[in-house]
């Protein structure tokens, strides 16, 4: 299978409801089938040489925005057209279920929201998002800063062991670093537990990497091996999974039985109006716990917590990752990132208002989003038949699916298909501003800037679907301002203090995914102290 490239000129014009209603009614008098999807019959060798999306990409430009991947017996749909993630992730998005994703997180997070069944999720959904309102966001700004600020001063420490040295430059794994902050902050901001895994070590630590390392690996499986009969008990790696898992769930039992002990019943509008800046425990649990009317059993609630403590933790790690990844090979960029932290922030902390002012830094993080989304595939299994409706790219009639299709919507597809972004492979968070010519005000330019002009960043509805960050509908990410904001605080106060190089060229950074997009071996990078920094 070729890599073609498709030039922008092919872009088609936009389509509108009527047209799209008017494609179901041709699809279903057609009998536009599975059998009439253009199917990718690359070698299956291609799925082990390198990470499946990078092959689906280029199945994608070869079949279009709707093709058939057959692994052996099974059978999955790509989806990488904007009309049909809109189709199936929004329109209709409780016709599907997580399929595949559910079988391999399940054991992990049981009932929690990512792989829930559609009654849990209504249920949780409804309890949980409430949660993350505007004082809380406000409150964990503080806690991000706290913890941005333990990193950089370790970092600060390894220079003054080093000092001696000539060059005063600290060699890093950013990866790993990163890791360990976004695993200190979620352990604080949602149950108020302190991993400390950016200073030290612990068995829990260990067994939260071991937990997410098994994950992983299931994720890059498509078959459930570790659901054979006694596998648990056998298999070394089963069993050692299996003591992680308990070595987390006692931990977070323990949590949830001390803030239940300490709960204090009250309406959900009164918890959201708390003084947030001065809890001594601002976290997600105690609003959960504390909330009137949202009883469930620990088993739920611990559930809820697992999963946002994987769901939170390395998609925010990876983000960093790549932004550094980026901004080191784009050092004009890196310069201006640092331009604005020094006028917005001078010396100074991160605060939630100055957030706001940090705009290129948050273009950044979503332009990193684009060319690096967690994760690069959504996926989906569709519980009744279904109509997906025609595409942008040929495929203009869709196609009818009978129930238990398996999709894979292809984020990585959409935010680097060259049908919808000019130049793009290319890092350039400056794409997504636009100055609307009449007004003067700066929008999003996504798919189409004028659609939401007041968005907070540039997202699925601004540009209709072909950009997806956080996933889109229903079931869209549920934290993901605080997601935002949490990347924006640590790489405005890692860029306030330091230059960061690559150690090696960009080449040596090979990338895996399981469920998000991580380097083979580390990002291995060169600090060194800015000279305005004290
Ligand atoms: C769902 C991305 C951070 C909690 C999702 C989905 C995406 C996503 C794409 C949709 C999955 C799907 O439709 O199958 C990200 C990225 C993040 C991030 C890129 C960081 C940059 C977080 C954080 C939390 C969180 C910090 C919690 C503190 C969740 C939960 C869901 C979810 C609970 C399931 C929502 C539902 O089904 O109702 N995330 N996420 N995520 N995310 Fe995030």
Same mark, same amino acid.
């Given at each position: 299978?070729?890599?073609?490239?498709?030039?922008?000129?092919?872009?088609?014009?936009?389509?509108?409801?009527?047209?799209?209603?008017?494609?179901?009614? !041709?699809?279903?008098?057609?009998?536009?089938?599975?059998?009439?999807?253009?199917?990718?019959?690359?070698?299956?060798?291609?799925?082990?040489?390198?990470? +499946?999306?990078?092959?689906?990409? /280029?199945?994608?430009?070869?079949?279009?925005?709707?093709?058939?991947?057959?692994?052996?017996?099974?059978?999955?749909?790509?989806?990488? %057209?904007?009309?049909?993630?809109?189709?199936?992730?929004?329109?209709?998005?409780?016709?599907? %279920?997580?399929?595949?994703?559910?079988?391999?997180?399940?054991?992990?997070?049981?009932?929690?929201?990512?792989?829930?069944?559609?009654?849990?999720?209504?249920?949780?959904?409804?309890?949980?998002?409430?949660?993350?309102?505007?004082?809380?966001?406000?409150?964990? &700004?503080?806690?991000?800063?706290?913890?941005?600020?333990? !990193?950089?001063?370790?970092?600060?420490?390894?220079?003054?062991?080093?000092?001696?040295?000539?060059?005063?430059?600290?060699?890093?794994?950013?990866?790993?670093?990163?890791?360990?902050?976004?695993?200190?902050?979620?352990?604080?901001?949602?149950?108020?537990?302190?991993?400390?895994?950016?200073?030290?070590?612990?068995?829990?630590?260990?067994?939260?990497?071991?937990?997410?390392?098994?994950?992983?690996?299931?994720?890059?499986?498509?078959?459930?091996?570790?659901?054979?009969?006694?596998?648990?008990?056998?298999? =070394?790696?089963?069993?050692?999974?299996?003591?992680?898992?308990?070595?987390?769930?006692?931990? +977070?039992?323990?949590?949830?039985?001390?803030?239940?002990?300490?709960?204090?019943?009250?309406?959900?509008?009164? +918890?959201?109006?708390?003084?947030?800046?001065?809890? #001594?425990?601002?976290?997600?649990?105690?609003?959960?716990?504390?909330?009137?009317?949202?009883?469930?059993?620990?088993?739920?609630?611990?559930?809820?917590?697992? !999963?946002?403590?994987?769901?939170?933790?390395?998609?925010?790690?990876? &983000?960093?990752?790549?932004?550094?990844?980026?901004?080191?090979?784009?050092?004009?960029?890196?310069?201006?990132?640092?331009?604005?932290? %020094?006028? &917005?922030?001078?010396?100074?902390?991160?605060?939630?208002?100055?957030?706001?002012?940090?705009?290129?830094? #948050?273009?950044?993080?979503?332009?990193?989003?684009?060319?690096?989304?967690?994760?690069?595939?959504?996926?989906?299994?569709?519980?009744?038949?279904?109509?997906?409706?025609?595409?942008?790219?040929?495929?203009?009639?869709?196609?009818?699916?009978?129930?238990?299709?398996?999709?894979?919507?292809?984020?990585?597809?959409?935010?680097?298909?060259?049908?919808?972004? /000019? #130049?793009?492979?290319?890092?350039?968070?400056?794409?997504?501003?636009?100055?609307?010519?009449?007004?003067?005000? @700066?929008?999003?330019?996504?798919?189409? =800037?004028?659609?939401?002009?007041?968005?907070?960043?540039?997202?699925?509805?601004?540009?209709?679907?072909?950009?997806?960050?956080?996933?889109?509908?229903?079931?869209?990410?549920?934290? /993901?301002?605080?997601?935002?904001?949490?990347?924006?605080?640590?790489?405005?106060?890692?860029?306030?203090?330091?230059?960061?190089?690559?150690?090696?060229?960009? @080449?040596? &950074?090979?990338?895996?995914?399981?469920?998000?997009?991580?380097?083979?071996?580390?990002?291995?990078?060169?600090?060194?102290?800015? %000279?305005?920094?004290?």
């Amino acid at each position: 299978v070729r890599c073609q490239s498709t030039s922008t000129e092919e872009v088609k014009p936009k389509r509108n409801i009527l047209d799209n209603a008017s494609n179901l009614l !041709t699809n279903f008098l057609s009998g536009g089938s599975l059998g009439s999807m253009p199917t990718a019959e690359g070698a299956v060798s291609d799925l082990f040489g390198k990470p +499946l999306f990078l092959s689906l990409y /280029d199945w994608f430009l070869e079949h279009g925005g709707v093709y058939k991947l057959a692994f052996g017996p099974k059978a999955f749909i790509v989806v990488s %057209d904007p009309i049909v993630a809109r189709h199936i992730l929004r329109e209709n998005a409780f016709s599907y %279920d997580k399929g595949v994703l559910a079988d391999i997180l399940e054991p992990i997070m049981g009932k929690g929201l990512i792989p829930a069944d559609l009654n849990t999720w209504k249920q949780r959904r409804r309890v949980v998002a409430p949660g993350f309102h505007a004082l809380y966001l406000e409150a964990m &700004v503080k806690i991000f800063t706290d913890c941005a600020e333990k !990193t950089i001063l370790k970092f600060e420490n390894l220079l003054k062991e080093e000092s001696l040295q000539e060059e005063k430059v600290i060699e890093l794994d950013l990866e790993a670093e990163f890791s360990s902050l976004a695993l200190d902050i979620i352990g604080l901001s949602v149950f108020n537990y302190d991993f400390g895994s950016v200073t030290k070590e612990s068995p829990v630590i260990k067994a939260v990497y071991g937990t997410l390392f098994e994950a992983e690996h299931r994720s890059t499986f498509y078959i459930p091996y570790w659901k054979v009969p006694f596998a648990q008990w056998l298999v =070394p790696r089963q069993r050692k999974f299996q003591s992680d898992l308990k070595v987390i769930n006692d931990c +977070l039992d323990g949590l949830i039985r001390n803030a239940k002990e300490t709960r204090q019943e009250t309406d959900v509008e009164k +918890l959201q109006q708390r003084d947030y800046l001065n809890l #001594k425990d601002a976290s997600l649990l105690r609003f959960l716990v504390d909330m009137r009317g949202a009883d469930v059993d620990d088993r739920q609630l611990r559930d809820d917590l697992m !999963t946002m403590l994987i769901a939170g933790h390395e998609t925010t790690a990876a &983000v960093l990752t790549w932004a550094v990844f980026l901004l080191a090979q784009h050092p004009s960029k890196m310069k201006k990132a640092q331009a604005e932290v %020094d006028s &917005v922030l001078g010396q100074g902390r991160t605060t939630f208002e100055s957030l706001k002012d940090l705009k290129y830094l #948050k273009l950044i993080v979503v332009e990193t989003l684009r060319l690096y989304p967690q994760p690069p595939l959504l996926i989906r299994r569709a519980l009744t038949s279904d109509a997906l409706p025609g595409g942008y790219m040929g495929d203009k009639d869709g196609y009818a699916i009978p129930d238990g299709t398996d999709i894979f919507i292809s984020v990585y597809n959409l935010h680097r298909s060259p049908y919808f972004w /000019d #130049k793009p492979h290319e890092f350039e968070p400056e794409r997504f501003l636009v100055r609307k010519e009449n007004e003067g005000i @700066e929008g999003w330019a996504g798919f189409d =800037p004028c659609r939401s002009p007041g968005a907070l960043y540039p997202n699925e509805i601004t540009a209709d679907f072909a950009f997806l960050p956080f996933g889109g509908g229903p079931r869209k990410c549920v934290g /993901d301002q605080f997601a935002l904001m949490e990347s924006t605080v640590a790489l405005a106060m890692l860029l306030q203090k330091f230059d960061v190089q690559l150690k090696g060229s960009a @080449e040596d &950074v090979e990338l895996v995914t399981g469920a998000t997009i991580h380097t083979k071996n580390g990002l291995l990078c060169k600090l060194k102290r800015r %000279d305005n920094a004290h």
